[in-house]
């Protein structure tokens, strides 16, 4: 099982960013993947679910601007990321339920 995420970078407040994870060495579409974000000195913080039933949940903190989707045939997930603010600073790990992580991606929000 391997996870990867890309799509990290430096953007200005207001700006978007798109992140990918791909999936390897199992079928995402069959289980519940999630996003994590960590944010320098705290604690890690739940972004973001979507369900192998194709149920999807946000945080708080980023709900109506950040939409999780899915593309099957590529085995990845994906994080539109939008409105973005300088408190949405911090790196970002998909993971299959919590067991499986990726190496996460950092995303910087600065002006």
């Known amino acids: 099982v391997q996870l990867v995420e890309s799509g990290g970078g430096m953007v200005q407040p207001g700006g978007s960013l798109r992140l990918s994870c791909v999936a390897s060495?199992?079928?995402?579409?069959?289980?519940?993947m999630s996003w994590v974000r960590q944010a320098p000195g705290k604690g890690p913080e739940w972004v973001s679910i979507i369900t192998a039933g194709d149920t999807i949940y946000y945080g708080d903190s980023v709900k109506g601007r950040f939409t999780v989707s899915r593309d099957n045939g590529k085995n990845t997930v994906y994080l539109q990321m939008n409105s973005l603010k300088t408190e949405d600073t911090g790196i970002y790990y998909c993971t299959r339920q919590g067991v499986y992580w990726g190496q996460g991606t950092q995303v910087t929000v600065s002006s």
């Open positions: 060495g199992f079928t995402l579409s069959y289980t519940d």
